[in-house]
């Protein structure tokens, strides 16, 4: 046994336990990015409304599934939003976003040289690269089956293989959209490698060249995958196109589309 302490012979009782101090809370500091970005947004604010009273300026990286970047003014406030994976470029591509969403949402003409900056570090081949992991490893993509009620995409597929590919192409996921979509009639989603179909077109009074050219379009877009000349996006190649024309119905069946 201890021997009893002073306090305790004195007074017959434990000593209380010292007093703690607490440390005061640490005021909330902003990551260095985070307010490096806010002057560069406030920097293009007064630039493009040199006369305007500076709002308050929220911005916020968030985990998209894209490279999305959204402005919105409430109550004063400029509210941003972009995705993480702009959250470590270079600090003249922010300027770039900043001055691209800040002229969007005032409709001011944005500077050809902050447009270009930005389409030449998006269109990159490492952020292309992360672009696409981040949407196979974020996004869902839904689906919904390759039967429809009238045609079935995989013997669809199956017949155009053989027809122009030898029946040498891999077969990607095939589906109809969820949905009876009129302004996208039809995609090809490399990150998930599928093909989505409109709905719309899965009716009896629908010509199946109709649907054969849909498929074979998205169908070129495995075989020839979209490339990045002078910084911007070729979706459509001339070896593309050329592929395209082989097609021995495309007038009668761009003619259907047009009536849509």
């Known amino acids: 046994m201890t021997a009893p302490s002073l306090f305790q012979r004195l007074f017959g009782t434990p000593a209380p336990p010292p007093a703690v101090k607490r440390r005061a809370p640490r005021p909330k500091v902003l990551h260095p990015t985070h307010t490096g970005i806010k002057h560069i947004f406030e920097h293009e604010y007064r630039e493009l409304r040199p006369r305007a009273p500076m709002p308050h300026f929220d911005i916020r990286f968030k985990r998209f599934t894209s490279l999305n970047t959204t402005i919105r003014l409430r109550e004063g406030t400029l509210h941003v939003c972009l995705s993480d994976l702009l959250e470590s470029a270079p600090s003249d591509v922010h300027t770039a976003i900043a001055h691209i969403l800040i002229a969007k949402l005032y409709r001011k003409d944005i500077a050809p040289a902050h447009a270009s900056r930005y389409r030449r570090f998006t269109t990159s081949a490492e952020i292309t690269k992360q672009a696409e992991h981040i949407r196979q490893t974020r996004g869902r993509k839904r689906i919904s089956s390759a039967q429809g009620r009238y045609y079935d995409l995989d013997e669809v597929f199956e017949v155009l293989n053989q027809r122009f590919f030898h029946g040498l192409m891999a077969r990607p996921t095939l589906t109809w959209s969820t949905q009876h979509a009129r302004r996208m009639l039809g995609h090809y989603d490399a990150a998930h490698n599928t093909i989505v179909v409109s709905k719309v077109f899965d009716r009896a009074d ?26 911007r996006r070729c979706v459509h190649s001339r070896e593309f196109q050329a592929d395209e024309r082989l097609f021995p119905e495309l007038a009668e069946a761009k003619a259907y589309l047009k009536r849509l």
Not at 215 to 225: D, G, R, S, T, V
């Open 206 to 231: 629908t010509p199946r060249a109709a649907v054969e050219y849909l498929l074979y379009h998205e169908m070129l877009h495995l075989k020839h995958p979209v490339k990045v000349k002078g910084g």
